[in-house]
């Protein structure tokens, strides 16, 4: 079965970076993009951009540009999410999901238990 | 900039009532590219239903989605105790490339 399964919670101070990550299985990493989606406490879902493990083709939503990294590691099926210049409006968990198919459906049909990342002096 | 309207912020209803969830798009939006989410507290959103009606893999029937251009509506026909949740709405294509509505509270009364 497709599960994408997160790395842990994080703790960072202001003007710091974080790099989580998420590991896919159960399917063809190559074949689907892994987008990046964040939710602030007690908020709505706020898209990141995503990231095609095929080419390393990235699109970044206009917010995170230059400041956001995706990247991903065919060898071992995960993807990443860097985030650099964290303030305390980053706190949020950040979830990975799977693109279900970026031409024909892109909806997102499998996501990731999310990552709480904390910013805080 | 499409942005997505979803209301009524909190709908409240009871087991076995219908629900009818409202997502309003700022400027046209594809068929192809609109889905509907669940989420419950603590756990990630759970795709619902693509390409405005189709149901995700696994989603009973009482769960339906129609509408098009920039009105999009997602139907519960009968509320079960575990589908109170938030429904959000989101689109794909338009600049952001792809973003999700506000959301709508479907709590129990």
């Known amino acids: 079965q497709v599960q994408l399964v997160q790395s842990g919670a994080e703790v960072k101070k202001p003007g710091a970076s974080v790099k989580v990550s998420c590991k896919a299985s159960?399917?063809?990493?190559?074949?689907?993009?892994i987008s990046w989606v964040r939710q602030a406490p007690g908020q709505g879902l706020e898209w990141m951009g995503w990231?095609?493990?095929?080419?390393?083709?990235?699109n970044y939503a206009q917010n995170f540009q230059g400041r956001v990294i995706m990247t991903t590691d065919t060898s071992t099926d995960t993807a990443y999410m860097e985030l650099r210049s964290l303030s305390s409006n980053d706190t949020a968990v950040y979830y990975c999901?799977?693109?279900?198919?970026?031409?024909?459906?892109?909806?997102?049909?499998?996501w990731g238990q999310g990552i709480l990342v904390t910013v805080s002096a | 900039e499409i942005v997505l309207t979803q209301s009524p912020g909190t709908l409240a209803l009871s087991p076995g009532e219908r629900a009818t969830l409202s997502c309003r798009a700022s400027?046209?939006?594809?068929?192809?590219?609109l889905a509907w989410y669940q989420q419950k507290p603590g756990q990630p959103p759970r795709l619902l239903i693509y390409?405005?009606?189709t149901r995700a893999t696994g989603i009973p029937d009482r769960f339906s989605g129609s509408g098009s251009g920039t009105a999009f509506t997602l139907t519960i026909s009968r509320l079960e105790p575990e589908d109170f949740a938030v429904y959000y709405c989101?689109?794909?294509?338009?600049?952001?490339?792809?973003?999700f509505g506000g959301g709508t509270t479907v709590e129990i009364k």
């Open positions: 999901a799977r693109v279900a198919d970026i031409v024909l459906v892109p909806a997102l049909d499998y």
């Open positions: 400027q046209r939006v594809s068929r192809t590219s």
């Open positions: 989101q689109q794909y294509g338009s600049s952001p490339l792809l973003s």
């Open positions: 990231i095609s493990p095929y080419n390393g083709n990235t």
């Open positions: 390409d405005a009606s």
């Open positions: 159960g399917y063809s990493f190559p074949t689907h993009s």
